[in-house]
Structures are given as C-alpha cells and as structure tokens.
Nanobody, 117 residues
C-alpha cells in the first residue's frame, strides 16, 4: 500500500505562485507514476499533470491543456516527493488538488488551493 500526502496549498492572488508537494511512502518510489488531479466545487475531478518513468532515470511528463506553460511537475526520488510548481495562477485554478499513484490507485487527502481575483 502506497501512502500519499499533499501539502503546500493555500490562498494566493491571481498571478501568484504556489508549489505543491506529494510525499509518498514506498521503497520503489522511483518507479511510481504520480499524477495530480484537482476538483473544483460542483465540478468533476480533472487531470492536471503526470510524471512517469519511461526508462532508467528518464521521466515523461504530461499536462492538461489548461495548465500547460504555467505548471511544472517534477520529482525528487531521494525525498520520495513529487512537486507541482504552479505559476501565473488564475481564479479558475481554485480547487482541491490531489496526487495519486496510478499503478496502486492510492490517493492523498488533498490540499486546498484558492486563487483570489
């Protein structure tokens, strides 16, 4: 069982930045496929960004169109942590952000991000 814990959410003004962290348990963290999703009030949960290993120490990243060029996903395998750097935040980015490990289906409890206009 993989345990995930998000942190780094908060209240920020439009145009500002936040960095979310997803700390994971597990001895094989480097092979984990970690994805970020978000859910805004009254809306369905949606994919934001993902990072997965494609060979050796090479990772592939992908993003939702709505966050491309503004958000960056990265990982530090020594710290068992995946990050989501969010820049140029918009009010429509307001949501609870969750990280998940695709292969095990584990989810964190979420962290709230609120962007004021």
């Amino acid at each position: 069982q993989v345990q995930l814990e998000e942190s780094g959410g908060g209240l920020v003004q439009a145009g500002g930045s936040l960095r979310l962290s997803c700390a994971a348990s597990g001895r094989t963290f480097s092979s984990f496929t970690i994805e970020w999703f978000r859910q805004a009030p009254g809306k369905e949960r949606e994919f934001v960004a993902g990072i997965r290993r494609i060979g050796g120490t090479t990772y592939y990243t992908n993003y939702a169109e709505s966050v491309k060029g503004r958000f960056t996903i990265s990982r530090d395998n020594a710290k068992n942590t995946v990050y989501l750097q969010m820049n140029s935040l918009k009010p429509e980015d307001t949501a609870i952000y969750y990280c998940t490990e695709r292969n095990t289906g584990s989810w964190g409890q979420g962290t709230q991000v609120t962007v004021s206009s």
